[in-house]
């Protein structure tokens, strides 16, 4: 009922910028959290960022100032810009959200596909 797709990955040199975008749709009455995780080839997924329906945001060390999220409530999307990118950040970035269908219903939690961002040297 619930689908979410990110975008904006791509290819770009150390140091450089990138945006990604992640909108949710279907039956959503509300977002709560919202997020961006990440995976390397070969490595664990992480957390990246993540945002509250208010706007309060959480950062992992790795990105310390790097990356900056945001949301807007009424579409149900977020964002991520990176800048400073360092080949370290190649990955493919995950979308995670937690979704109310209904007034009193519980919450569920719903993952992107992913989009890849390959940071080169």
């Known amino acids: 009922q619930v689908q979410l797709v990110e975008s904006g990955g791509g290819l770009v040199q150390a140091g450089g910028s990138l945006n990604l975008s992640c909108a949710a749709s279907?039956?959503?009455?509300?977002?709560?959290?919202m997020g961006w995780y990440r995976q390397r080839t070969g490595k664990q997924r992480e957390m990246v960022a993540s945002i509250t329906y208010g706007g309060h945001t959480n950062y992992a060390d790795s990105v310390n100032g790097r990356f900056t999220i945001s949301r807007d409530n009424n579409k149900h999307t977020v964002n991520l810009e990176m800048s400073s990118l360092e080949p370290e950040d190649t990955a493919v970035y995950y979308c995670?959200?937690?979704?109310?269908?209904?007034?009193?219903?519980?919450?569920?939690?719903?993952w992107g596909k992913g989009t890849p961002v390959t940071v080169s040297s």
């Open positions: 995670p959200a937690v979704v109310y269908a209904a007034v009193g219903a519980p919450p569920s939690d719903y």
């Open positions: 279907g039956r959503i009455f509300t977002t709560n959290l």
